[in-house]
Structure formats: C-alpha cells, structure tokens
C-alpha cells in the first residue's frame, strides 16, 4: 500500500465547474497536509496546507481534512483552463523532519 | 530574495559519467530537502539537510549518488557512474523549521534539475 494515494486521473471538468481532487495517506500520525499544483515541466507549487480537521478556504481553493478516515480533498470552484494542471498532495513523513511523502497526482483537465 | 535556485536547469550525459547539481535555498531557509520525480510520479524523497547536517537519506537512494550543504546554505547532490535509470527531474527544496512549531512548516520548490542519461 502506498502511503499517500490518489487517482492519477486525468480527470476532466468543464469550464466553471467544481473540480474534486481526493487523497488518502496510511500514517495517521500525520499531521500536516498540503495540496501542490505541478504545470507540465514545472516544479511543483504550493497552493493550500490545511492541519486540522475541517475545511479551510482560499480564493476558489478549499482544502478539506479528516483525519478519522485519513482523507484529505481539495475544491476548486469555478474552475479555469488555467488551473489544468497535476495536483499533488503531500503529507509530513514522521518525526519532525518537516519532509513530505507525495502522492503521484491527478491530472485535471478543464475544458472551455 | 528570489526563491529557490537550482542549476543546471538542463543535463545531458553518457552512462558512465558523473554529474552534479547546485541548490541555493531560500536565504532564511535552515532545511533543505532534494526529491527526484519521473514522469507521471510524485516527488521522492532522497535526502535532507537541517543547516549542514544530513539528518536523513532514503533506503532506496542508491550509494552512487551522494550530497552535501558544507556550510549550511547550498547544496550539492553528486551522482557517479550514472546510469539511465537515473534519468529524472531533481528538485530541491527548502523549509525554515520554526521552534517547536514544525507542523507549519512549508516546503518550496526550485525549478528542478532535469536530467538525461543516454
């Protein structure tokens, strides 16, 4: 089992929609949560961190995290063809290292 | 400050042949982390620094590639004898761990080294 899973997509949505991105880690002494957006040949980019359960909202952006079932999401309202990208979750690996574990993405598609 | 620098951007190279690549971290930035991805993957953890200590290196990090940060600010990530297999993006990394407070810390990437071994 991987330690931080996600569909690898792509998933494709059309222009103004709700995307829905999903993840589910194994370590549940995890504690930080980030959701990076990776364009092709980019580096990834951090968009949203969420560390307690609940949701939290940035801009078109809301994260959303329970750690009972060890599922993080991240919301993208109205979305754009710009936001066609592969999103990244990351958890904190254990102990205090501050490294993340990253799953392999999903690929979102946004179509005009 | 203009965020994490890697280079080269680009690498070609012949199996066989040694490589090394260069990260300057964010200035106030004490950790510092190099990651590979291939594509269609995540980033994978190889190795982190806090200041110059390597505090942690990945079982699956092969003995052929080896890194420093001698003096706490860049790093180097050396890989000898490469082999095409270790053809990839390289990305570095770099954190502040602030106190006791490490959960808040975030990771911020630099424009990765891509490298090509023929």
């Known amino acids: 089992q991987k330690e931080v899973e996600q569909n690898s997509g792509p998933l494709s949505v059309p222009e103004g929609a709700i995307a829905s991105l999903n993840c589910t880690y194994s370590?549940?002494?995890?504690?930080?949560f980030f959701w990076y957006r990776q364009y092709s040949g980019k580096s990834p980019e951090l968009i949203m961190s969420?560390?307690?359960?609940g949701d939290k909202e940035d801009g078109r952006f809301t994260a959303q995290l329970n750690k009972a079932s060890q599922y993080v999401s991240l919301l993208i309202r109205d979305s754009q063809p710009s936001d066609s990208a592969t999103y990244l979750c990351a958890v904190s690996g254990s102990g205090n290292t501050g490294k993340l574990i990253f799953g392999q993405g999903t690929t979102l598609q946004v179509k005009p | 400050d203009t965020g994490v620098s890697q280079d080269p951007r680009h690498k070609i190279t012949k199996r066989g042949q040694n490589v090394t690549f260069r990260c300057d971290p964010i200035?106030?930035?004490?950790?510092l982390y190099w990651y590979r991805q291939t594509l269609g993957q995540g980033p994978e953890f190889l190795t982190y620094f806090q200041n110059e200590a390597q505090l942690e290196k990945s079982r699956l990090l092969s003995n052929r590639f080896s890194a420093e940060r001698p003096k706490g600010s860049f790093s180097t990530l050396e890989i000898q004898r490469t082999e095409q297999g270790d053809s990839a993006m390289y990305l570095c990394a770099s954190s502040r761990r602030g106190g006791a407070f490490t959960t808040n810390e975030k990771l911020f990437f630099g424009s990765g080294t891509q490298l090509s071994v023929l």
């Open positions: 200035s106030e930035h004490n950790r």
């Open positions: 370590d549940r002494v995890s504690q930080s």
């Open positions: 969420i560390y307690s359960n």
